[in-house]
């Protein structure tokens, strides 16, 4: 794209007059039409020097420097649509819109009011006009060739815009002049209020509210304070008032506290004159009886007990239709809800480039709404991520990143996350004009809370411990007995999530409840201040402590997946439960919980983390109390460090615990203690005999146990030895008959790694064609299960594969991003065997060629390079090589 214009700028928005009634008709032809349609528009505007921004469907987005240049392209566009030979029952008719003024360039995106002006002026419009605004008028009037002329409509309320646009009708000579009135509030009644700002985003729920309200009588909008709902039942409301010539009303209801005077509220937004004993209701009755009419009823959560008046005027007036806008449903027949979803955030583990973060909703809302306190706000590569994370941290709800935008004036995005993450209450208030509920999120938030019951209440508070949501069987475990929350608490959990301060989360095999963290500190105080605060917390310690055990047995079989995927679920429950036991003194819990994870720990590329929590707990001042526990604990320590390549620390782990082990008299315990310890010394070449004498102890005692799966793997580090001490032959016998162990008691986890080990012999036994069928069986293992260490070594398995093949440019390709993703799950051991056979990963190259390659490399994903070792290793073949001469 060539340099976009930037500071006075004109804006040209377009799109086809009854794009879904030509769909209709045309059927398959339709995108023959569109795409002449679009043909015609990109000829057209770019023989003018317009800059196209964006296409979505039939809608154009076009930039000028010159407002004269707009004019002449946007008259082009309706000569050249009306020369064209279109379909009979196919006419193409646009309505075009244009706006001069400026607004902020982030990347390749316009953010600004006057973007959203031109849009206005647009959709006001009809199939073949072009509508100009004042400011475009007062550039182009004196300048205008002659066959364009300018014809003044007059002043008109657009939607969403605070004060009334005067509008020009561009003529074109030898087209079409005379159009139907504007599609602008006047057309029809209303009494909409004037917003001050711009309506950013939410064309999905815009577009889906929509067709549901042509669906259902009754439409509830529902969604915590903070959300959106009121704004977005505007948009709605605008946008479908020609579909309701009788009039589109607006009721506010927060200032109303008695259900019966609902009626009377509605009937004053309507100008309804009630005269002496007529009661309201009939008055509304009476009065929309035969009209089309939408009625938006807004904040509408503390009159649930009025609902049924929404029943009464519905079946009396078969034209009308009902917005509402609510924190807890009406639950009434014939209600739709519509849950009104966060405004869409970034991923911020991959945050993509300033261009593309700035189309996320979040993200445009704050730069728009921190542009208009601070003018000379700018978003930048540096602050991006700051800003991105603001929006995360304040859940993407509206009404918390206008409130974090208006703190720019004091703070940077940077110096404003960083006090958000210790609290919320740095957002400070907002608006003086606005309600007292909506001045600060807490306040939205005590808003809600103060409709609850006492058993509601306490229930909202104890679920504050849960950090990203819980399944059901763990709430009911830590949030109840039944008897302290005034009910069942699967009920009590539907009456919350009906106020929207909890979530129902779908596609889950169990219902799955999620509170917003912006609600969470908002109970947590709440929970604090109950005073059962630590007694709740220790529930969920237990409850978690209780899902980790009964993982475990489940990790190393075809059940793998699952039972990590669930784990993963839950992991910011098991960081919360573990930094609670850590933090309360709790060694047993501490040490019992951290030896219960470590494997998924070590699967799911989370080592760091890992060995962090395993270190707290065993420096917990009663941790030797625990001697059970402690040694779970050593274990896990140990094996942790393995796969960090600490080879000198894990030796140091498992001798204690090998230690420890000898005086207890299990038998199994021993035999697992002297395979652990045999390990660090195998991988580390430091000496052979020791960890050999270990392992040949730990194999009798296994086999004397019946245990085939502890026999399996024994035989497979036996295999690993023989790999380091490079005796070839006898380690593939070896490893052999582990990998038929392992297949009998179907422990998919053991199998792969000596699949792997058996990979690893037969490359350097020369046979590159065995290792690439290991490497690729042992990947599809691990894929089953994502086990991410795993899928990191047999990527720089694959990448050596691919270099034996002949390709050194992919393959050290490959190596590169095997060693980014090493260092960031925390997979450090297939460093080490890289350092130890002193392969650098970038042999058969120059230097100039590895660094471009290793350069590619460092940014793909885990899933690229997979994707690309796998289909580079099965579409070549080589010819056996000898790689130990």
């Known amino acids: 794209m060539t340099r976009l214009p930037t500071g006075t700028v004109t804006f040209l928005f377009s799109d086809i ?154 003529s074109v000579e030898g087209l079409l002049s005379e159009f139907p009135a504007l599609k602008t509030l006047e057309a029809t009644p209303n009494n909409l209020p004037t917003q001050l700002t711009s309506f950013i985003g939410r064309d999905d729920q815009v577009r889906e509210a929509k067709q549901l309200l042509t669906r259902s009588r009754l439409l509830t909008l529902t969604g915590p304070g903070g959300t959106g709902k009121t704004r977005l039942s505007l948009q709605i409301a605008a946008d479908v008032m020609d579909s309701f010539p009788d009039g589109v009303y607006f009721v506010p209801l927060a200032s109303v506290q008695d259900p019966e005077l609902v009626p009377s509220a509605i009937a004053q937004a309507l100008a309804i004159s009630i005269t002496g004993s007529r009661r309201p209701i009939e008055a509304l009755l009476d009065h929309l009886r035969d009209k089309r009419t939408l009625l938006v009823l807004d904040n509408f959560e503390q009159l649930l007990a009025a609902a049924t008046v929404t029943t009464e005027l519905l079946e009396a007036s078969p034209g009308l239709r009902v917005l509402v806008s609510s924190r807890a449903v009406l639950r009434i027949y014939g209600e739709q809800e519509f849950p009104v979803p966060p405004l869409a955030l970034p991923d911020l583990k991959a945050l993509p480039d300033l261009a593309t973060l700035s189309q996320f909703e979040a993200v445009r809302l704050f730069i728009e709404r921190a542009v208009a306190v601070k003018p000379d706000f700018q978003a930048t590569n540096e602050n991006a991520p700051a800003i991105a994370g603001i929006g995360e941290r304040v859940d993407g709800l509206p009404l918390a990143i206008e409130l974090a935008a208006a703190r720019v004036k004091l703070f940077s ?3 404003l996350l960083v006090r958000l993450e210790k609290s919320l209450n740095a957002l400070g208030s907002g608006a003086r004009d606005r309600p007292g509920r909506q001045q600060t999120l807490r306040g939205a938030i005590q808003w809600s809370y103060d409709l609850l019951n006492e058993g509601e ?34 009920e009590a959990l539907d009456q919350l999530a009906d106020q929207s301060l909890l979530r129902r989360l779908p596609d889950f095999d169990e219902p799955r409840f999620l509170m917003l963290q912006t609600i969470r500190e908002f109970a947590s105080d709440r929970l604090e201040q109950s005073g059962e605060a630590a007694s709740i917390k220790d529930r969920h310690l237990q409850a978690f402590i209780a899902l980790a055990e009964q993982a475990r047995p489940y990790l190393f079989g075809r059940l793998r997946k699952e039972w990590l995927d669930r784990l993963e679920m839950e992991q910011d429950n098991f960081r919360a439960a573990l930094d609670w036991a850590i933090a309360s003194g709790n060694a047993r819990s501490a040490l019992l919980l951290s030896a219960s994870l470590w494997r998924f720990w070590q699967m799911r590329g989370h080592i760091h983390e890992g060995r962090s929590g395993v270190a707290q707990a065993l420096a917990l001042p009663t941790s030797t109390e625990h001697r059970a526990e402690r040694l779970l604990a050593l274990e896990a320590a140990g094996g942790l460090a393995y796969w960090q390549a600490d080879m000198e620390s894990a030796q140091r782990f498992y ?52 245990d085939q799966a502890s026999v399996a793997r024994t035989l497979w580090a036996l295999g690993n030895g023989l790999y380091f001490e490079r005796k070839y032959p006898t380690a593939k016998s070896v ?29 350097k036994a020369g046979d590159v064609d065995q290792a690439r069928q290991d490497f690729l069986e042992a990947l599809e293992l691990f894929q089953e299960a994502r086990d991410v260490s795993g899928l990191v070594l047999q990527l720089d398995n694959l990448s050596q594969v691919i270099r034996a093949q002949g390709d050194p440019g992919r393959a050290t390709r490959l190596a590169s991003a095997a060693k980014a993703h090493q260092r960031s799950t925390g997979t450090s051991l297939g460093q080490l065997l890289s350092e130890q056979e002193g392969r650098t990963g970038t042999e058969g190259l120059s230097e100039v060629e590895a660094a471009n390659a290793w350069a590619e490399g460092q940014r793909l994903t885990l899933d690229q390079a997979l994707a690309e070792a796998v289909a580079a290793a099965r579409n070549r073949t080589s010819t056996p090589v000898n790689r130990d001469d």
Not at 460 to 481: H, I, K, N, Y
Request: with cysteine; aromatic share 6%; proline share 4%.
């Open 735 to 763: 490893l052999e008959e582990s990998q038929a162990l392992f297949r009998t008691v179907d422990d998919r986890f053991g199998l792969a790694w000596s699949i792997h080990t058996h990979g690893l012999v037969s490359l």
């Open 457 to 490: 209440r306490r229930l909202l508070a104890r679920f504050s411990v849960f950090a990203r949501g819980s399944s059901l069987e763990q709430v009911e475990t830590v949030c109840g007995p039944a008897e302290d929350i005034g009910g069942d608490v699967v």
């Open 655 to 706: 001798d204690e615990c090998l230690e420890m082990t000898r005086t207890t008299g299990d038998t199994r315990a021993l035999a697992n203690a002297l395979y652990n310890a045999a390990f660090p010394n195998v991988v580390n070449m430091s000496e052979t005999a020791r960890p050999r004498a270990l392992l040949e102890e730990a194999l009798p005692l296994f086999r004397e146990l019946g």
């Open 17 to 170: 007059e009854g794009s879904t009634r030509l769909i209709q008709q045309l059927g398959e032809r339709y995108p023959d039409v569109l795409l002449a349609h679009h043909t015609i528009q990109r000829e057209a505007l770019a023989a003018n020097r317009g800059h196209e921004l964006r296409t979505e469907g039939d809608s154009f987005f076009i930039v000028f420097e010159s407002a004269l240049d707009a004019c002449t392209g946007a008259a082009a566009v309706q000569e050249m649509l009306a020369q064209h030979s279109w379909p009979q029952d196919g006419q193409v008719r646009v309505r075009i819109g244009l706006h001069t003024g400026e607004a902020t360039l982030v990347g390749n995106e316009y953010l600004g009011l006057d973007v959203h002006r031109a849009a206005r002026v647009a959709s006001a419009g009809h199939g073949g006009q072009v509508l100009i605004s004042e400011t475009t008028r007062a550039l182009v009037e004196h300048a205008l060739p002659p066959r364009l002329t300018l014809k003044d409509l007059g002043l008109h309320r657009l939607k969403d815009m605070a004060r009334p646009e005067r509008l020009f009708q561009l």
């Open 413 to 415: 995005p940077q110096a």
